[in-house]
């Protein structure tokens, strides 16, 4: 038959009234399991009804290595939490050094967005001096053309002035452009 303790209960008592003169007790249910006589492969199994922390001896249990072993099981448990709360910490750690290095590269796209920003204007602003100055430069060779036929014109009608013998002098010359 293979015993061992099922449950470990502390009942306390409260701070003042009906039973706060009694001291707090650990009620303790047993377990027992043997092979069912009628079939051996299986177990049986049965749970005792609550006992009191002195009864242990009763049923083949050392109530100060129970105790004792309680504490080592609660050591060794407590070194786990202590092992994993530190494994948290340096996730933790891990993720705040990644917020930092996001939130600074959000930082410098926020930066690089608002130099975009003034680019884009700079270049509206130059598409619209271009073409101003395309608009100029038409104009120029609208006048520049204009100005080649009045002078064509002018050559032509002192060549024609020439031809009939009328001469000008440099002073008597029509000023080009005008």
């Known amino acids: 038959m293979e015993t061992w303790i099922e449950e470990w209960l502390f009942r306390g008592r409260p701070p003042s009234g009906a039973d706060s003169d009694k001291s707090p007790r650990y009620h303790i249910v047993i377990g027992r399991q043997a092979p069912d006589p009628f079939n051996p492969d299986q177990m049986v199994r049965q749970l005792s009804a609550p006992i009191l922390s002195e009864q242990l001896e009763e049923f083949g249990f050392s109530r100060a290595a129970l105790i004792d072993q309680f504490n080592i099981d609660a050591l060794n448990r407590i070194a786990e939490l202590d092992g994993q709360v530190a494994a948290k910490n340096v996730e933790m750690e891990t993720l705040r050094e990644r917020i930092a290095i996001t939130e600074a590269a959000l930082g410098a796209a926020s930066q690089k967005a608002a130099q975009i920003a003034e680019l884009e204007v700079q270049v509206s602003d130059l598409s619209a001096s271009a073409a101003q ?46």
Do not use: F, N, S, T
Not at 164 to 174: K, P
């Open 133 to 178: 100055i395309e608009a100029m430069e038409k104009h120029i060779a609208a006048a520049e053309a204009e100005l080649a036929l009045k002078a064509q014109g002018m050559a032509d009608l002192q060549l024609r002035l020439e031809k009939a013998g009328i001469g000008l002098e440099a002073d008597d010359q029509m000023p080009v452009g005008e």
